[in-house]
């Protein structure tokens, strides 16, 4: 009796293709372009509008921050759209980083500048961002997770405004904004480029435009932000030293 042959193993050529594109960088280089505008560049804009209310006083900020916290699903929402967005674009961002090959030695460019500056900012941004998280989010989380009534103490007026009293903080936090706000309006618009958006050398040069004057905007909106809360802190710090020298005198 004859016996049938069992078939011969065959690979999918659809199941190749897509562990060959999962391997191609320029996959990967696309999608962190992409999580550098979406998600994490418009959170960027949206922190620092929700910021500025400083400069209409304690009240107001605080009445955005309160807003955003009573948000539901808060953590999640932050882990999803923030922390892991954040975490893998700076994790392949550091892979660029340290592969990249800058050619400044040989082409002055203005796009060799530009992109060397992207690195730089990149490396900015990250320590900045690990910073503020660090102070701000976390340090009310832990504040929450030992007990504390009033968490959001650690991220309200009063707090920010006492941190950033000191020079060396305020010097943290313009280095940290301005070099995050570059990241992303350079970013944007090489992602308007890798996505196929200004393909024209007139389209990219009036897309130039905007993005700087995007970074100009959203800087000078940063900066008066830290500065306001800087001089009220300044001024929180002087009046209670004058409090308790009246006291001990």
């Excluded at 016996?3 to 996959?27: F, Q």
């Excluded at 992109?115 to 910073?131: D, E, H, K, P």
């Amino acid at each position: 009796m004859a016996v049938a042959s069992p078939e011969p193993r065959t690979t999918s050529n659809e199941t190749s293709n897509v562990k060959g594109r999962l391997r191609d960088p320029y996959i990967w280089h696309r999608l962190h372009s992409a999580s550098g505008i979406f998600p994490i560049g418009i959170f960027l804009l949206q922190h620092l509008i929700a910021n500025s209310y400083a400069l209409r006083g304690p009240e107001a900020y605080n009445t955005v921050v309160k807003v955003f916290g009573y948000l539901p699903f808060v953590v999640v929402l932050e882990v999803l759209v923030i922390y892991l967005p954040i975490l893998y674009h700076s994790i392949y961002g550091i892979w660029i980083t340290a592969y990249a090959k800058p050619n400044l030695g040989k082409y002055q460019y203005g796009r060799n500048w530009m992109y060397f500056f992207q690195r730089a900012s990149g490396v900015v941004a990250l320590f900045y961002i690990g910073y503020h998280v660090w102070h701000t989010s976390l340090a009310k989380y832990w504040a929450q997770w030992h007990g504390s009534t009033q968490p959001d103490k650690m991220i309200d007026y009063n707090h920010m405004a006492h941190a950033l009293a000191s020079p060396w903080v305020l010097a943290i936090y313009a280095i940290g904004i301005t070099g995050t706000v570059f990241h992303f309006t350079n970013g944007l618009w090489n992602f308007c480029i890798r996505w196929g958006i200004t393909i024209s050398a007139h389209s990219q040069r009036m897309n130039q435009f905007f993005c700087w004057g995007l970074f100009a905007v959203f800087t000078l909106i940063g900066m008066a932000t830290i500065i306001h809360l800087h001089y009220d802190g300044v001024n929180s710090v002087a009046i209670a030293s004058s409090a308790v020298a009246k006291i001990t005198h």
